[in-house]
């Protein structure tokens, strides 16, 4: 569980400022949970995305300094943390189902990634470590079609949302094949670019609920 990884190219030793980039970056985690937290009040489900969101990047900030076993666990636990409550959070106040479907498409959330990520990495077996991910912006665009026409500026804010992770995605994967031309990495531009993201994701959804709370007319 302590044993260091080495996973990434800005990493040459396991001293705990290897990655600088990597572990400052994490900043945008942080800015962005702050940022939405003070545009959030009145909707509880936002909130609690903006503390997963601030706890991502202490999370990502512990595993970029001290990269063991240990800490890539709260590197990836709260980003899974973040995706359930966004899921339910959809499926309850964006699509308008109810909580107990909202509760089962939470449940569903694993079933549906154990099932993509083996298709998405044979179909895509440059994406590496990267492929756990990949269900994800699939999933968003999935929601961003089922409120196209309820909710057009919504299913747009998510189709948005879901090309930002993509070209995340696409950085967090260059990592290591760019690693001789970049010796500084990619990896810090997913921290980056994911800040931006999840901050946005809280922001369409606060958008929604606002609209939603607006009289007819």
């Not at 909202?102 to 470590?129: E, K, N």
Request: hydrophobic content about 60%; proline content about 7%; aromatic content about 12%.
């Amino acid at each position: 569980m302590f044993q260091p990884i080495d996973a990434y190219c800005e990493r040459t030793s396991a001293a705990y400022w290897a990655e600088p980039v990597n572990a400052l970056t994490n900043a945008a985690f942080l800015i962005a949970a702050f940022v939405m937290w003070r545009r959030t009040h009145g909707l509880p489900m936002a909130r609690a995305m903006c503390v997963v969101l601030a706890v991502i990047g202490v999370g990502s900030y512990l595993f970029h300094t001290h990269a063991n076993g240990l800490t890539a666990a709260l590197d990836v636990g709260p980003i899974l943390i973040f995706i359930l409550v966004y899921i339910f959070a959809a499926t309850r106040d964006l699509m308008a189902f109810g909580p107990w479907w909202a509760a089962a498409a939470v449940v569903a959330f694993f079933p549906y990634a154990a099932l993509m990520v083996p298709v998405l990495s044979s179909l895509m077996p440059f994406l590496g470590s990267s492929a756990g991910y990949a269900p994800i912006p699939v999933l968003i665009l999935a929601y961003a079609a089922g409120l196209r026409r309820r909710a057009p500026a919504t299913a747009r804010g998510m189709a948005l949302g879901a090309a930002i992770l993509v070209v995340s995605l696409t950085f967090r994967t260059l990592d290591g094949p760019l690693c001789e031309a970049l010796p500084l990495g990619t990896h810090f531009l997913w921290h980056l670019l994911n800040g931006l993201m999840l901050g946005w994701m809280i922001e369409v959804y606060r958008r929604h609920m606002l609209a939603k709370a607006l009289p007819p007319g």
